[in-house]
């Protein structure tokens, strides 16, 4: 086993610890660095979400999702489509990477289960410096993600707009960047 495959099973032994079983593999996988999405930080952004109503409604969304967030409501998973595509690569202090694509499934498993945990540790995230940009009939918004229990500050991208599914206006991707606690 090399040492790649040897954190990736780690980690999927310490999602099993406090989940009390392994993750299916649909719902957590980790990636190699070629099959990751950048993170998009859009050309000719504006950090005004009041140009166009697209904008104001991310915007709100946002919003939104960061006071359920701080007050710890697990409703802001609502916010994220039946089929989102979920990233997240994390950055060791040794230089390492791993990245994950996780399922709003399982997202929206894992913040039930350690909901107790992330109320007791204060575990929540606020946002800064937004921009928007057109993608499509989506709009894409790049922002600074600040944990407030890790004390640290990343980018993180999220692509907005109608979710054919639901019929609402839903995050139909995010991509972060985070660090290890």
Not at 2 to 11: P, T, V
């Amino acid at each position: 086993m090399n040492y790649r495959n040897f954190i990736a099973a780690l980690f999927l032994l310490i999602l099993a610890s406090c989940s009390n079983k392994l993750p299916n593999p649909n719902d957590v996988k980790i990636l190699q660095d070629d099959q990751k999405k950048p993170l998009v930080i859009p050309q000719n952004a504006s950090n005004d979400y009041k140009t166009k109503p697209s904008f104001a409604k991310a915007f709100d969304l946002i919003q939104k999702m960061e006071t359920l967030q701080k007050s710890f409501d697990l409703k802001y998973i609502d916010f994220y489509a039946q089929n989102a595509y979920i990233q997240n690569s994390r950055k060791y202090p040794d230089g390492r990477v791993r990245i994950m694509q996780i399922s709003p499934q399982y997202l929206r498993k894992l913040a039930k289960e350690s909901i107790d945990t992330i109320k007791d540790r204060k575990d929540y995230s606020s946002y800064s410096d937004l921009v928007f940009a057109s993608e499509g009939k989506h709009v894409r918004v790049a922002a600074k993600r600040f944990s407030n229990f890790k004390k640290y500050t990343s980018p993180i991208s999220w692509l907005i707009g109608l979710d054919k599914a639901s019929q609402k206006w839903q995050i139909l991707e995010e991509i972060s960047e985070s660090k290890p606690f």
